[in-house]
């Protein structure tokens, strides 16, 4: 709801609705009710607009997205305020975000605390700001600022807004107390130039090529997202209609998105985010209700590509890092990077970089005084083994060992020390301090505190933690490998690399499975495998297939690097580039002459392979893995899958993530695919649809929060 009170001649409106002051129903119907008793009241000669609880209002309600709109609409409401002969004065704290700031373009003064964030983030939701704010704010800060916030979502802090002349003024004391005084100095003062919808909007004279250059922005980082692109079309329309026509055309675009598979794929999305901080262990004990240990110092140990991001990441929460590094030059090498690294987070934030909080050693030892310890040597079980077993000597009874291997056995290494249930793999994407993805590897003897303190310190490095079971590859690894074996085959058949990357590149992914390949390097698999026997396998010229112990597998990964092609860092890979470390991938007739004189060798026919048949082989079995893993409990819930897939594997954020988008496909189609495919290549063990899949389609294919249910190994909580 919302309270109204008079204080002197200022009729006060403060929002109620914990926790961010939704603008739910009976808020809007209040702020109405309390509006016209302000404006009819002779005592009242001026309003504020506030939200209780030190935040003005977190924008619309999204739990009545999906119900019919009952109450009165925001944009009217947004109108009348705009049309009060009273001046009226938004008093921001906390964040005005969507709907928030929309309302606070309604007023007719902005002032906005020092620490206040606001925005229009309804694009991240697949949605526009259509009450009005396509049309008001282009007027109050011009068409290019108004596009940036619009199209990306992005907050601003009050003193960028006060730049942009989002608000009037920035307070750092008591922003309600300065809103109630100001609002009584500008009572009874004209209030025409203060309505923004009758502000005329600036016309950029390079209006075709602005909005060009914004449509190709938007093309490029949310390829395929449908929202930022009509958000452009209503900011071309407040540039180029008068108003009301304006505030039409929004209506009718923000209609073609509200029911929108991507609009529901994208608030899907949100609030998997939330539901993946909750979680309980599989015997029932639940770490997001376990008191996390204080973590006051953290070790880094090998500082090579990971480590160096991993120290980055934890000196920028303020916490003291100690680095290990047995190298010499590679700890010299890693301190000049790291300060770099640094300084740029700093420039980038607007910020002073943070005092350097990170001492460095070569011997393990300086790590005994840590509350935590993340390893990040080489991926390598016995140098690991060995690390283990030196910091179990050496840290102080109580602290955590955390590993951010990307394929060994937690359990293995737990085994190594003398507390395995203070052993919690810390799986950090690279580069760490950029990813947000962090997957929270528990082992069967990790302890929920322990998977509480980590969680809790990866939510103070800025990362989207999600609580995974322990098996090689984890989640996101091993549903990976399906998707490149498939993409190997593909090639095999008869596609290119160009084929499959434009065909992953149209459904959404920023790069496709070659691109992204050589952007990590070949080497890295090709190394684990040597390791592990299996990369180079001695394949037979004339064979019909490439078949390895019963199934199908391909070489023609490790067959490149045997040719010293590892990818960008090599300037030749799945394509070349202009020199080794160069960033732009052209054709390579090598590569295809190559493939050619492979598929001779082995008596592979090429035939003609379509968009999609590349996405149903290479998602398809990617998918059957993430029910696969769902089965084994590994994931707690589809949920925790798709924030994987779309804050670590670039998975499009408007398709929610692989099971979400299983869901939209349909259960029964996606195991028709899958069956079929099979059936094609019967020594793909990948490609055979799994139980849990089956069952759910026998059961009638279930809304994806209740696959769990199937399953019975966890109780989504969502
Ligand atoms: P890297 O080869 O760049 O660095 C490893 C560093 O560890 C080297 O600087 C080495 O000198 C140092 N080192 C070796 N033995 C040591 C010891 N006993 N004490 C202290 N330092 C020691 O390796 P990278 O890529 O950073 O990988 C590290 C770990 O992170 C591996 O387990 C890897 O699987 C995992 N990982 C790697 C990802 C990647 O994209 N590179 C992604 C996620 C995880």
Redesign the pocket.
């Known amino acids: 709801m919302a309270q109204f009170t008079v204080l002197g001649s200022v009729g006060l409106i403060s929002l109620r609705n914990p926790p961010v002051n939704a603008l739910s129903t009976h808020v809007r119907q209040a702020i109405i009710d309390n509006l016209k008793r302000a404006l009819s009241d002779p005592k009242v000669k001026s309003v504020v607009i506030s939200g209780h609880g030190g935040i003005f209002c977190g924008g619309a309600d999204i739990k009545e997205f999906a119900k019919k709109l009952s109450g009165p609409p925001l944009a009217p409401m947004i109108h009348m305020i705009a049309a009060a002969h009273k001046p009226v004065v938004a008093a921001i704290e906390g964040s005005a975000f969507g709907g928030g700031l929309e309302l606070a373009l309604g007023c007719h003064y902005r002032l906005a605390h020092s620490k206040a964030k606001l925005g229009l983030p309804e694009v991240t939701l697949g949605l526009m700001p259509a009450a009005a704010g396509t049309q008001l704010l282009p007027r109050l800060i011009g068409v290019p600022a108004a596009l940036n916030l619009i199209t990306t979502g992005r907050h601003v802090t009050a003193a960028e807004a006060l730049q942009l002349g989002i608000v009037d003024q920035v307070i750092d004391h008591n922003v309600l107390a300065e809103a109630l005084r100001f609002s009584e100095s500008v009572a009874g003062q004209p209030l025409d130039a203060r309505r923004i919808s009758t502000f005329p909007c600036p016309r950029p004279s390079d209006l075709d090529a602005l909005f060009e250059e914004a449509t190709r922005k938007v093309r490029q980082s949310a390829r395929g997202a449908v929202a930022p692109l009509r958000c452009i079309e209503a900011v071309r329309a407040a540039a180029t209609m008068p108003y009301a026509q304006g505030l039409e055309l929004e209506g009718k675009l923000m209609a073609t998105l509200m029911n929108s598979e991507q609009a529901r794929a994208l608030q899907y999305s949100f609030f998997a985010q939330r539901a993946v901080a909750k979680w309980s262990m599989p015997s029932g004990a639940r770490w997001d209700t376990s008191q996390p240990r204080p973590v006051r110092r953290v070790a880094v140990?090998?500082?090579?590509?990971?480590?160096?991001?991993i120290a980055v990441a934890l000196a920028q929460t303020g916490l003291p890092v100690v680095a290990?590094?047995?190298?010499e030059k590679?700890l010299v090498q890693?301190k000049q990077a790291i300060s770099a690294m640094l300084e740029r987070g700093a420039k980038r934030r607007g910020a002073a970089p943070p005092p350097d909080g990170i001492s460095y050693g070569?011997d393990?030892q300086a790590a005994a005084d840590a509350d935590l310890v993340i390893?990040?040597?080489?991926?390598?079980m016995a140098?690991?083994e060995?690390?283990f077993q030196?910091l179990s000597a050496a840290c102080k009874p109580g602290t955590l060992l955390c590993?951010?291997?990307?394929?060994?056995d937690v359990d293995h290494l737990a085994a190594q020390t003398r507390d395995p249930e203070l052993v919690v793999g810390m799986?950090?994407?690279?580069p760490?301090h950029v990813m947000k993805l962090l997957e929270v590897v528990y082992g069967s003897r990790s302890s929920p505190q322990a998977v509480a303190t980590v969680m809790q310190l990866g939510k103070k490095m800025g990362k989207v933690n999600v609580a995974v079971g322990n098996c090689p590859g984890f989640v996101g690894n091993r549903m990976l490998a399906p998707y490149l074996e498939q993409a190997f085959f593909l090639l095999e058949e008869g596609a290119t690399p160009e084929l499959v990357d434009q065909a992953l590149e149209e459904f959404g992914f920023p790069m496709g499975v070659f691109r992204m390949s050589d952007l990590?390097?070949l080497d890295?698999g090709w190394k684990?495998r040597k390791e592990n026997g299996l990369a180079n396998h001695g394949l037979v010229a004339g064979q019909s297939a490439t078949i390895r112990r019963g199934r199908r597998d391909s070489p023609l990964g490790d067959l490149l690097c045997e040719q010293g092609r590892f990818g960008e860092k090599t300037g030749r890979g799945w394509y070349q580039y202009d020199k080794p470390g160069g960033r732009v991938a052209r054709s390579d007739p090598w590569l295809h002459s190559f493939l050619e004189g492979y598929r001779a060798q082995h008596g592979l026919v090429a035939r003609p392979i379509d968009h999609q048949e590349v996405l149903e082989r290479c998602l398809y079995a990617l998918i059957n893995e993430g029910f696969r893993i769902l089965e084994d409990g590994i994931a707690a819930k589809p949920e925790d899958i798709d924030v994987i897939y779309v804050f670590g594997y670039g998975w499009p954020r408007h398709r929610g993530g692989p099971m979400f988008y299983a869901s939209t496909v349909g259960l029964p189609k996606v195991l028709e695919v899958l069956e079929r495919h099979h059936q094609a290549h019967p020594d793909v063990p990948h490609l055979q649809p799994c139980d849990l899949l089956r069952r759910l389609v026998a059961g009638g294919s279930p809304p994806i929060h209740k696959w769990n249910e199937v399953t019975g190994k966890f109780h989504s909580r969502l």
Not at 301 to 309: F, K, P, Q, V, W
Not at 324 to 327: I, K, L, P, R
Not at 427 to 430: A, C, L, M, Q, R
């Open positions: 140990i090998g500082l090579g590509t990971m480590g160096r991001g290990v590094e047995t190298q590679q890693a070569t393990i390893e990040a040597v080489f991926e390598d140098l690991k060995k690390v030196q590993t951010n291997t990307s394929s060994l799986h950090f994407f690279s760490a990590a390097g890295v684990i």
